[in-house]
């Protein structure tokens, strides 16, 4: 099993920046990859960055690019997601999600992560 916690949530205004992070505990070992979230009230849940294990790897939805950044320190266990310029429509709850066997073919793929976490709010405010 593994858990994912996600905190760094909160209200920022149009612009503003926050930094989340993903804990994971448990079987680590069991996952090659951990992707980012996020889902606004009455929308699907949508792609917005991965990472893999060696963190060699990175993903993002398109228009995330120069915006959000995605790194992990393994030492901690954590993975971080830096969101710069951030806009209302960035007003989301963002969640953490781990999987094995995630390729660059399917890391956008929801049904490709086995684990997740509660997710985090982010407000931005006009």
């Known amino acids: 099993q593994v858990q994912l916690v996600e905190s760094g949530g909160g209200l920022v205004q149009t612009g503003g920046s926050l930094r989340l992070s993903c804990a994971a505990s448990g079987s680590t070992f069991s996952f090659n990859a951990i992707g980012w979230y996020r889902q606004a009230p009455g929308k699907e849940r949508e792609f917005v960055a991965a990472?893999?294990?060696?963190?060699?790897?990175?993903y993002y939805r398109d228009s995330m690019k120069g915006r959000f950044t995605i790194s992990r320190d393994n030492a901690k266990n954590t993975v971080y997601l830096q969101m710069n310029s951030l806009s209302p429509e960035d007003t989301a709850v963002y969640y953490c999600?781990?999987?094995?066997?995630?390729?660059?073919?399917?890391?956008?793929?929801?049904?490709?992560?086995?684990?997740w976490g509660q997710g985090t709010q982010v407000t931005v405010s006009s």
């Open positions: 990472i893999s294990r060696s963190g060699s790897s990175t």
């Open positions: 999600a781990a999987g094995t066997g995630i390729t660059g073919t399917v890391v956008a793929r929801p049904s490709a992560y086995k684990y």
